[in-house]
């Protein structure tokens, strides 16, 4: 799978566009593939979500968007994973455009 991050938010496999959700749903993976193999803490997730005006809700929210992504993801062995205090994109870097 082929991420885009330069832009709007597209990913495809073989050639074949792949729908990632709802904008804030797209955000968030755009900001997970920026941190490739790294761990994000979900509090700064949320600040840039929500331009640093995140609702008391966002822990839940974006456990839900998460979720959903996963959803959408894993027929393409594509994980997100769960790190103490945050979520971790696995995907090859080259698989980025940015990286």
Excluded: N
């Excluded at 790294?38 to 974006?62: C, F, H, Q, Y």
């Excluded at 979720?67 to 594509?78: A, I, Q």
């Amino acid at each position: 799978m082929r991420f885009r991050v330069l832009g709007d938010v597209y990913a495809e496999q073989d050639g074949i566009p792949v729908l990632l959700g709802r904008r804030q749903e797209r955000r968030l993976l755009g900001l997970l593939l920026i941190e490739v193999g790294r761990a994000v803490p979900t509090e700064r997730l949320a600040d840039l979500l929500w331009d640093g005006e995140p609702p008391a809700s966002a822990r839940s929210v974006i456990q839900t968007y998460v979720g959903r992504l996963r959803s959408v993801l894993s027929p393409f062995d594509v994980r997100i994973r769960t790190i103490s205090g945050g979520y971790r994109v696995d995907v090859p870097a080259e698989d980025v455009d940015l990286h």
